[in-house]
């Protein structure tokens, strides 16, 4: 291993393992992957007390430097979500492989047929902030997509880290997997995170898995394609239409079930003719969350703070919220396309032709209709463990899984055409 003092080196030399292990990866068989993930799987679950011991570790380091809540909270594991962690490892493996399955055929007048095939992207890295679990995940997706990772996690979670990928590699490796398919960045220093995003030729495609701080420096430094996971501003709809027991049970999920996940409401808008708006945001006051409004919902709940004009554009992953009334859908419509980050955003209603305006004129990668927001998760969508929700309009989008981690070649097959 190079220096870790030197990160240019450093990744250069991981690079070229990873190159290495991609390329047999590229041909291996389904079922080996699925059951070296599944070997993968069982040495996580063996290693349960061992990352609880070393996240633990984490948790008291990153509360005493004074971490905020909602970050802790997505730092934390216990053995229910070490267990779950596993789990998603073990869903992977028993999903369809996608790499080389056909996408579409056709066949030329002069005989030539055409195929496009699934093949992997080669290498990822894969620069994450707080979530160990991501270790695992974006192992596991890039193990049965046929690519090699590089992984490198935030400093304050770095014994979680480093026991999981231990505990992964070694069921990996025992399953036949080369041990350098998934690697982990050794080093805590910020210049390794630069030396991966100069890395064109050596990494294939950067993703980032963190805060806005985060990912907009990927985004200003990277010389390698980056598949962006920007903040998640979301918004839940209640329309006019809306059944006031269904809002009140969307609303207080999407805001409270957890609230430093990306698919947490952060901006509730209510049509004004909507009856039952005061007693839709006392609900969420009782759920133990602050709201904040505009003066519109200022006068239906006086108690309430005003919202400034911050905290529309505010990702607050804490239990807060904003709440706007609105002029129906079209206010709400362009509400979202002024405030928010094309994540994921949801409506509450009764009437079908205003849901499917609403699910037609949103421009964000997930859209939902009487539908929490907390459901933009690949597991919710059958697509096993995700490396993330992918909110640019390019290569992939909404949640990031196996598919979204392949690319494409075109493959002819012919019987000695040519072109006089």
């Given at each position: 291993m190079a220096d870790a003092e030197n990160p240019t080196e450093l990744i250069a030399e991981m690079g070229r393992r990873a190159r290495s292990a991609a390329l047999v990866l590229a041909s291996m068989p389904s079922t080996r992957k699925a059951a070296a993930l599944a070997s993968a799987a069982e040495s996580i679950r063996a290693a349960s007390a061992t990352i609880v011991a070393a996240n633990a570790e984490d948790m008291t380091r990153s509360a005493d430097a004074?971490?905020?809540?909602?970050?802790?909270?997505?730092?934390?594991?216990?053995?229910?979500?070490?267990?779950a962690m596993a789990d998603g490892v073990a869903a992977v493996a028993a999903l369809a492989d996608p790499v080389g399955q056909v996408i579409d055929a056709s066949e030329r007048p002069n005989g030539l047929k055409l195929s496009r095939v699934r093949v992997p992207i080669g290498v990822i890295g894969i620069i994450y902030e707080s979530r160990p679990n991501v270790t695992a995940d974006a192992a596991a997706l890039c193990v049965m997509a046929g690519n090699a990772a590089i992984l490198r996690g935030g400093s304050e979670a770095v014994k979680s880290n480093r026991a999981i990928?231990?505990?992964?590699?070694?069921?990996?490796?025992?399953?036949?997997?080369?041990?350098?398919?998934?690697?982990?960045?050794?080093?805590?220093?910020?210049?390794?995170?630069?030396?991966?995003?100069?890395?064109?030729?050596?990494?294939?495609?950067?993703?980032?898995?963190?805060?806005?701080?985060?990912?907009?420096?990927?985004?200003?430094?990277?010389?390698?394609?980056?598949?962006?996971?920007?903040?998640?501003?979301?918004?839940?709809?209640?329309?006019?239409?809306?059944?006031?027991?269904?809002?009140?049970?969307?609303?207080?999920?999407?805001?409270?079930?957890?609230?430093?996940?990306?698919?947490?409401?952060?901006?509730?808008?209510?049509?004004?003719?909507?009856?039952?708006?005061?007693?839709?945001?006392?609900?969420?006051?009782?759920?133990?969350?602050?709201?904040?409004?505009?003066?519109?919902?200022?006068?239906?709940?006086?108690?309430?703070?005003?919202?400034?004009?911050?905290?529309?554009?505010?990702?607050?992953?804490?239990?807060?919220?904003?709440?706007?009334?609105?002029?129906?859908?079209?206010?709400?419509?362009?509400?979202?396309?002024?405030h928010g980050s094309h994540h994921t955003d949801a409506i509450v209603a009764e009437d079908a032709a205003v849901a499917e305006r609403f699910l037609t004129a949103v421009d964000s990668a997930i859209v939902l209709w009487n539908a929490s927001t907390q459901f933009a998760d690949g597991g919710e969508f059958g697509l096993g463990a995700e490396i993330g929700i992918a909110t640019g309009r390019l290569h992939a989008r909404g949640p990031v899984a196996l598919e979204g981690l392949t690319t494409y070649k075109w493959i002819g097959r012919g019987t000695g055409q040519v072109r006089g």
């Open positions: 004074g971490l905020s809540g909602a970050l802790l909270d997505r730092l934390r594991l216990d053995e229910a979500r070490v267990a990928h231990a505990a992964l590699v070694e069921g990996l490796k025992a399953g036949g997997v080369p041990v350098d398919a998934v690697q982990l960045v050794p080093t805590t220093d910020r210049a390794a995170v630069g030396a991966m995003l100069k890395a064109d030729g050596v990494i294939d495609l950067i993703i980032p898995r963190g805060g806005k701080g985060l990912v907009a420096r990927v985004q200003a430094e990277a010389r390698v394609p980056v598949l962006a996971h920007l903040d998640g501003i979301n918004h839940v709809y209640v329309d006019a239409s809306a059944d006031p027991a269904m809002a009140e049970a969307v609303v207080a999920d999407a805001k409270m079930r957890r609230t430093g996940v990306c698919g947490s409401m952060e901006t509730l808008l209510i049509d004004r003719d909507y009856t039952d708006a005061a007693a839709l945001i006392q609900s969420l006051i009782a759920t133990g969350c602050e709201v904040r409004g505009d003066a519109s919902a200022r006068a239906l709940v006086p108690e309430i703070a005003a919202a400034d004009a911050a905290d529309w554009d505010t990702e607050y992953l804490d239990a807060i919220a904003s709440v706007a009334i609105v002029d129906g859908i079209d206010a709400a419509v362009a509400h979202i396309a002024r």
